[in-house]
């Protein structure tokens, strides 16, 4: 089914001049570039952004860490665009994310892991709506 993602290029990716190979890679796979914005994440973005993990160690430093310089926002959309750009992206933890994916490519650390990208199509809605507003459908 067509549908749309929300992702992200964090601020490592951008500071590395890493944008460029990383857009390519969804490019490549035929994944459309529906909106792109260079821009900081406000606090009020990011908390919205990762509530689930308000409370947990880790989340001051992401807070302060998704917000501490340019990001690459990206609605990218085709067939499983959610599923494929989670596949692409490759597992949180760039330690243990495969060679050949975003995160084992271009990560060294979690607390700085190169992208996000949305778990679910709920998810995507919600995140598009925080990040571009509520007119994108
Ligand atoms: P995801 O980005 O692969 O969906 P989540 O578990 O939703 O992973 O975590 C959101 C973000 O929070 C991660 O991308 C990473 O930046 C950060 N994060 C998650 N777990 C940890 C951790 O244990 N230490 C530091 N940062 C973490
Ligand atoms: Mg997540």
Known sequence: MTEKTYAMLKPDAVAAGQVGEIIARFERVGLALDRMELAEVTPQQAAAN????????FYDGLIRYI???PVVK???SGEGAVALTRKLMGATNPAEAAPGTIRG?????MDANVIHGSDSPESAEREIAIFFGETES
């Open 50 to 57: 990762y509530a689930e993990h308000e409370g947990k160690p």
């Open 67 to 69: 917000t501490s310089g």
């Open 105 to 109: 490519d271009f990560g060294m650390v």
């Open 74 to 76: 990206l609605v990218l």
